[in-house]
């Protein structure tokens, strides 16, 4: 009968997580064709031993279990399995629950013996009655059938986390898995070839996550906004088999698709939240729930490899470390802790039914005359397992939250939430490939993200309803595009891509070699797909020898026949991360935001789960051998990490209302200031002043070297090691920036921003720094770097009129000072007058004021430590100080007034017709105009210093010129005035006296200082090119008749002996 082959099969699943069955009940409900079970109890203690995670169940129970079979269509029906209310609650391991779980109750104990004692599939089959109308053959494929068919539905799934005060609960109304065709439709399907794959979806209905926090009782006394609020979504599974009998699928593919994913953050739940994820964290880098030393999964095929110096704190290495057992292996409940993650891909073989290959495998040969070999001695390799989530919008809401009391005085208070920010994303992808230890890659897309200001902050209602504001004035910060512009390029070849291979029938083929994926998944290409940020991570493991395949469970090694030596592995890690053009708006309103959701996120007592170790102590050992030492040099694994921005924008306003002294005291630990806060009644103020900062390009690389206990140690101990060697005991950082240009801007009434007004032109520079790893080993090795930082600076010029720098200072007190209630300042109007013309409009009648102009060249510097001292040094190439006065529509044209410059030859400073010759710019080799050499030197170990103190400086010539149009612009005072007193201005300031002061180099050239003869003729003093070209200078006898216009030219030549000009 079919029901003594497919009854044992779903009692040892059942019976397996289920305490206190009785499988004859059990066998004789199934026999009648449904078993409904109530108030079921879990297992707990086998459902650790198979997560292998560090968390313990506290509760486990199902409120209802329900399985039909249906016998007379087995074939062509599905088996349906039902829980009703399924409830477990975690907690975080500590150290008491070790001994908790040691000293646990017999009643667990002898439930997981018993467990263990349950008879196998094998032996039930081998009691059931054989029917000789049933062969063997039509057994295999009919319990395959079944159990590729077998639909799973759970109705009301909780899940508790507790922690401290932290309740984490997540509820699904719903989940739903079944087989389907290969249009993704419900259907009763089998594995043929030649397709050979098999076909699931997963639908998780009204899925809701909340956190709340609980008092000294444990008790919830407020509750919470839903952080996910009836959330549903989907999964698709597709496998893909080698043949019609395998196992193991060759190729598995699992990816999650949601349309809308709506979060939500109260100000008490964000420091929950972070709590949340720095536990995720530590699980990821092993900080806290590692495996125990000494423990080793049994039964792993690489048990050598696994055992790597270093690879326990490594989380590339804890991603591969996890090889799945053989299925044999699987079934006899091995207990080995390879971390988190090696637990997850030891559950690959689960997930696709491998743990009923022993069980079935008994049935076929037991059943089958001449029957198969027991187990197969070429085993198969590790698959492919793809897992992909995406997301078409996803939004994260942060609300503020306020008691309010109800009208009536013994009414309970309740928890009112305020919405505040909202940060808002566009076509999300997250996709990994692996395939056991040798291959592993993460990648991470967002097409589109936003974010914007709603509602009010801190009382000041800036973005209500009633104020009628544009919703482009609430977004403070963009980057990418939206979904509309870019398309659905960020399912492309997923599952939910109708022109993806597995949607047409045609297997996929995927990239695993590390430089074939770095030539195809680019920068560029991600940029491409994606449009506002992507990040790649890939870690590989490559062998020198083909013998022994990383990845490969090798069951004759088990056996013992031959071991052979473990080849030596390379692994690499890399990491690219890419971003795209963005604009980020520091207003008032999003500056108050993002600090209060600081100052929120600070607000707790929690302790880290993971405190830095002491430096270890330096422990002699011998020198490394020659072979050790030739196969560090032939490569040596480390991490790269990479970061890109491109076009970054970032504009900083002048502050509308300035409540920042409530909240930065806050922020660096200290209580809020007593008393109510004054809050004023926001009102748009338009223009607005604004500081734009503009990157063309931001390059960041940072490496480290991925085993450096070992490498260290390894390397110290050479009397002499190479350069290659010592580079690798450093971390090493990159950084590069170009085209970056700072300006003035202006929001106006429209909501646009006018041209920028340059302070800054565009510029590059260049820092790198290095940092020795674990010094301790290097205190001996006085030669040896500890630390490097050189930084270089090619051209860097700054340019600002003086109504440009007192707007600045008006923008800097705009943040800095507040009128108390928070209010805005304003700003003259003037002063906005001289430093913005709108496009298109005539520039005012009063000439500009003189711009000032300083420019450095070639700026190296560079510090050093080692453990003798500190070492500081660098050069500057060149200096320039100069004014630029502006032309005038009377005919007066732009000059270039110098007023300081550097390095300058004054060799001849000292004769008459220095001031006559016509000097050409220095040459591109001359000397540097300032060279300077800092030594300090450290207390040794023995308290006296091992070198002396060393301060070196060389400077150049300099040349400064103390023209009269420095004291314009200092004394410049914008203000509006008449035509008449403009032009009566501009004469005043024309026969201001020049002095000019000539150290230790040239003056460069003006046309009245190198031409004498203008100072000797009266005439031409009133012509002068730079000061006199107007009408008006002519027919003004009262500013003209002055005792200087009148000297002789005895005194002229006086005033430049006396200055020795």
């Given at each position: 009968m079919l029901e003594?082959?497919?009854?044992?099969?779903?009692?040892?699943?059942?019976?397996?997580?289920?305490?206190?069955?009785?499988?004859?009940?059990?066998?004789?409900?199934?026999?009648?064709?449904?078993?409904?079970?109530?108030k079921l109890e879990l297992k707990l203690d086998v459902?650790?031993?198979?997560?292998?995670?560090?968390?313990?169940?506290?509760?486990?129970?199902?409120?209802?279990?329900?399985?039909?079979?249906?016998?007379?269509?087995?074939?062509?029906?599905?088996?349906?399995?039902?829980?009703?209310?399924?409830?477990?609650?975690?907690?975080?391991?500590?150290?008491?629950?070790?001994?908790?779980?040691?000293?646990?109750?017999?009643t667990s104990r002898s439930a997981s013996e018993s467990s263990k004692t349950l008879p196998k599939p094998r032996r039930l089959q081998q009691a059931a009655p054989s029917d000789p109308d049933l062969p063997p053959g039509y057994v295999q494929s009919l319990i395959r059938r079944v159990v590729n068919n077998v639909n799973i539905v759970v109705n009301n799934l909780i899940l508790k986390y507790v922690e401290d005060d932290i309740v984490l609960s997540v509820n699904i109304t719903s989940a739903e898995s079944y087989t389907v065709h290969e249009f993704w439709d419900r259907a009763f399907m089998d594995i043929t070839a030649p397709d050979l794959v098999l076909r699931k979806v997963i639908n998780f209905s009204d899925c809701t996550v909340c956190l709340d926090k609980r008092n000294g009782s444990g008790k919830i006394q407020f509750y919470q906004d839903p952080l996910l609020y009836k959330c549903s979504f989907r999964t698709r599974l597709h496998f893909t088999y080698h043949n019609i009998n395998s196992k193991i699928p060759a190729v598995i593919k699992i990816q999650t698709m949601v349309e809308s994913l709506k979060l939500s953050i109260t100000d008490q739940q964000l420091p929950m939240f972070i709590r949340i994820m720095e536990l995720v964290l530590s699980l990821y880098y092993g900080e806290i729930g590692g495996g125990k030393e000494g423990e080793a999964e049994e039964g792993s095929g690489h048990g050598e490899v696994i055992a790597t110096p270093g690879l326990e704190g490594d989380p590339e290495a804890q991603v591969m470390a996890g090889q799945y057992p053989s299925p044999e292996l699987y079934m006899q409940g091995e207990e080995?802790?390879?971390?988190?993650?090696?637990?997850?891909?030891?559950?690959?073989?689960?997930?696709?039914?491998?743990?009923?290959?022993?069980?079935?495998?008994?049935?076929?040969?037991?059943g089958e005359e001449g029957g198969r070999s027991s187990p197969q001695q070429n085993p198969p390799k590790d698959p492919v397992v793809s897992i992909g989530f995406y997301c078409t919008k996803a939004s994260v809401t942060f609300k503020l939250t306020e008691m309010q009391t109800e009208s009536s005085y013994y009414s309970p208070q309740k928890m009112k939430s305020r919405e505040g920010l909202c940060l808002e994303q566009e076509g999300i992808t997250m996709e990994v490939l692996m395939m056991g230890e040798p291959f592993f890659d993460c990648q991470i897309g967002i097409v589109g993200v936003r974010a914007l200001c709603l509602k009010g902050i801190m009382g000041v209602r800036d973005f209500e309803e009633n104020l009628n504001r544009r919703e482009e004035d609430a977004v403070f910060f963009s980057c990418g595009e939206s979904l509309s512009s870019k398309g659905m390029t960020y399912l492309t070849n997923s599952?939910?891509?109708?022109?993806?291979?597995?949607?047409?029938?045609?297997?996929?083929?995927?990239?695993?070699?590390?430089?074939?994926?770095?030539?195809?998944?680019?920068?560029?290409?991600?940029?491409?797909?994606?449009?506002?940020?992507?990040?790649?991570?890939?870690?590989?493991?490559e062998t020198s020898s083909t013998k022994v395949c990383v990845g490969q469970q090798d069951f004759t090694m088990a056996t013992g026949p031959k071991e052979e030596p473990v080849p030596p592995v390379q692994e690499t890690s890399v990491k690219r991360l890419v971003v795209g053009p963005l604009d980020l708006l520091l207003n008032s309103s999003a500056v108050h935001r993002l600090l209060k959701m600081l100052a929120c996120a600070m607000d707790h007592e929690y302790q880290p789960y993971y405190k830095p170790q002491p430096d270890p102590v330096e422990v002699p050992r011998a020198p490394a051998s020659q072979e050790e030492v030739s196969v560090l040099e032939e490569f040596i694994p480390t991490r790269l990490t990479c970061l890109t921005l491109q076009k970054v924008t970032v504009t900083l306003n002048m502050a509308e209302?300035?409540?920042?002294?409530?909240?930065?005291?806050?922020?660096?630990?200290?209580?809020?200031?007593?008393?109510?806060?004054?809050?004023?009644?926001?009102?748009?103020?338009?223009?607005l002043p604004a500081l734009r900062f503009q990157v063309d390009s931001v390059n960041v690389e940072h490496s480290v070297p991925m085993f450096a206990p070992e490498l260290i140690n390894t390397v110290s101990s050479l009397s002499q090691p190479s350069d290659n060697l010592l580079h690798h005991c450093y971390t090493h950082c990159y950084l590069k920036v170009f085209g970056v240009q700072t300006g003035l801007t202006c929001l106006d009434s429209t909501g646009g921003f006018l041209p920028l007004s340059p302070l800054i032109p565009s510029f590059s520079t260049a820092l790198y720094g290095k940092l020795l790893q674990m010094p301790q080993y290097w205190t001996k090795r006085s030669s040896v770097l500890m630390t490097e930082c050189i930084f270089e600076l090619p051209n860097f010029t700054v340019q600002a009129t003086r109504p440009q720098i007192l707007l600045l200072q008006a923008m800097l007190q705009s943040w800095t000072?507040?009128?108390?209630?928070?209010?805005?300042?304003?700003?003259?109007?003037?002063?906005?007058?001289?430093?913005?013309?709108?496009?298109?409009?005539?520039?005012?009648?009063?000439?500009?004021?003189?711009?000032?102009?300083?420019?450095?060249?070639?700026?190296?510097?560079?510090?050093?430590?080692?453990?003798?001292?500190n070492c500081v040094g660098g050069t500057v190439g060149a200096v320039k100080v100069c004014a630029r006065t502006p032309g005038s529509p009377e005919g007066m044209k732009e000059k270039l007034v110098p007023l300081l410059q550097g390095p300058s030859d004054t060799k001849e400073l000292h004769q008459s017709r220095w001031l006559n010759e016509i000097r050409k710019p220095e040459s591109l080799l001359a000397p540097d105009l300032l060279t300077f050499s800092v030594q300090i030197p450290q207390h040794g170990v023995d308290g006296r210093n091992s070198s002396g103190a060393v301060f070196l400086v060389s400077v150049q010539g300099i040349a400064v010129n103390l023209d009269p149009v420095f004291s314009t612009w200092i004394l410049h005072q914008p203000q509006k005035r008449s035509s008449r007193q403009q032009v009566e201005h501009t004469h005043t300031h024309t026969h201001t006296p020049r002095w000019t002061f000539c150290t230790m180099s040239y003056l460069h050239r003006t046309d009245n200082l190198h031409r004498a003869d203008n100072l000797h003729r009266a005439d031409n003093l009133h012509r002068t090119d730079n000061l006199h070209r107007t009408d008006n200078l002519h027919r003004t006898d009262n500013l003209h008749r002055t005792d200087n216009l009148h000297r002789t030219d005895r005194e002229a030549g006086w005033i430049l002996h006396r200055f020795n000009l």
């Open positions: 003594s082959y497919v009854t044992p099969l779903l009692m040892t699943y059942v019976n397996k997580y289920i305490k206190n069955l009785k499988p004859s009940d059990l066998q004789l409900s199934l026999w009648g064709g449904d078993v409904v079970l109530s459902l650790e031993q198979e997560l292998k995670l560090p968390f313990t169940f506290l509760s486990g129970h199902i409120h209802e279990l329900r399985i039909h079979v249906p016998w007379t269509k087995l074939g062509s029906e599905a088996v349906v399995i039902t829980i009703n209310t399924m409830e477990c609650i975690l907690k975080l391991k500590d150290g008491a629950q070790d001994d908790h779980e040691s000293g646990s109750s017999s080995g802790d390879q971390g988190w993650v090696s637990w997850a891909w030891s559950f690959v073989p689960a997930i696709v039914g491998a743990e009923d290959e022993e069980g079935e495998e008994g049935f076929y040969q037991q599952l939910f891509d109708y022109r993806s291979p597995e949607n047409n029938g045609v297997r996929a083929e995927f990239i695993l070699d590390a430089t074939n994926h770095k030539e195809t998944y680019t920068e560029i290409s991600g940029m491409q797909r994606f449009g506002a940020f992507y990040m790649d991570y890939l870690y590989t493991v209302f300035n409540l920042l002294h409530t909240l930065i005291p806050v922020i660096m630990g200290q209580k809020a200031p007593p008393g109510p806060v004054s809050v004023p009644v926001f009102q748009a103020m338009r223009p000072h507040s009128l108390g209630d928070g209010s805005y300042p304003g700003v003259n109007e003037a002063l906005l007058s001289h430093v913005y013309t709108a496009p298109g409009v005539k520039s005012p009648s009063p000439p500009p004021p003189p711009t000032l102009e300083a420019s450095v060249q070639n700026v190296e510097l560079k510090f050093c430590s080692r453990a003798t001292g």
